[in-house]
């Protein structure tokens, strides 16, 4: 949009002068002369104002000379009645405007066609200041987010109406997934999207893992409270590629990565997806949103998890061409967990521990499992750790691996979790049933994954469909 630079300039002269008079009756250091913030804030509460005024001068001039009679949707007709206000929440704050309004139909209904026509809801919140909502929900506990919105927005916004508008958007996310569930299970898409433009990634990296969320409804009112809480499964996916990092710019985990003759490697457009649900229905997911990606069509696509079987199971299943890699840590740190039982802190540790994390990082697992097995007659663990190792024994060839450049530490799936599931599901105060903790979690998951945008696009054009 382009501004007329004059209107702007003679409204702003307009607001200097107003401050101008009542700064300048105030004594410069006396008592009550306002600060630079002080003045910043009451200019903008005043902006705030002139932006309700002129929005809503704007959206009842929008309205037309209104005619005698409409069509009603019952079949009926419907006559003009009178001008009428209505107000909504925009980002502004309250706003008022007049448009016409019809009734007097049989089947009792009346209707503004103003209101339809761009999406206006009397009562309710705009798409643009519902975005805003939204993207303080998915930072903050809902409990919280008015505090923070009120320093933003200067006016009050309920948590109730912040937690509504936050899984509006996962629940826009959802749906988005859901539809790229039904094209993926559709075999012509499937055949012409190989031939369809799009970039298929040389190498893509898939990872998947899971968080514990406590589910614990808000009892309602006059409602017993919930019995029990019950802690479910999310799960996370995570799509993304890699590059390289210039020794500038190492971390210091990657600096010793590439001493260790590793290349540093650092993810780049990530992708995530999350849901509680049963592996099954996440496979959907898996597989809707790597067609999306095309990953089934990258010459590499690269597996990168933790041993647990489910996981493995939904990557054979959906992606059976897949190199699987166990994130390295996990791995290793199975090693520390048999050494802390098995000996006490000393040499005999520290030389049992460097001997096997050496075999593993060469990809000898073999001469891992015998070393945790030797030690499995006195200790349970360690005979759980050589049944790992031996299960997943060709995903741990992390020679292999490293020389062919692959990444083999799952962070970026783990940090996923970290940020979708810690520090947002697991804020101080949250309560969340099943539907409002997925929904916050697709959300938040969208925003990650610079998918917010397309969101709020959705969100603008149908405001009154969810
Ligand atoms: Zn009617």
Redesign the pocket.
Known sequence: MDYNTEVINSAATQIAEMFKSMVLSQQPGGQGHPTIAQIETCMREALRQIGIQALGQFLSTLQTTPVCELP???G?SLHYQRMREAQIISVFGKTSYTRAYYAG???Q?GKAPLDEQYGLEPGAVTAGLAQLLALAGIGYSYDQSPKWLQAYLLFDVSANTVRSETERMGALQEKQEEALIQRSQDETYLQERQRLPGQVAPRRYGSIDAAKVRIEPRPKKGHAPAEHEDWRDMKVLCWFETESVPPAQRSARQRQQAERQQVALRAKNLHYFCDITEADDFGKLLWATGCNLKADLSPELIFLADGAVWIWNLVARYYPNAIQIVDWYHAEEHLEIVANVTFPQGPDRANWLEGVTQALWEGQVEQVIAACQALAASCELARKAAHYFYTHAERMRYDRFRAAGYMIGSGMVESGCKQIVTQRLKLPGAQWTVTGAVQTAKARAAWLSGLWQSLCDLRSALPLAI
């Open positions: 009603c949707a019952c009926g139909c049989s089947c209904q």
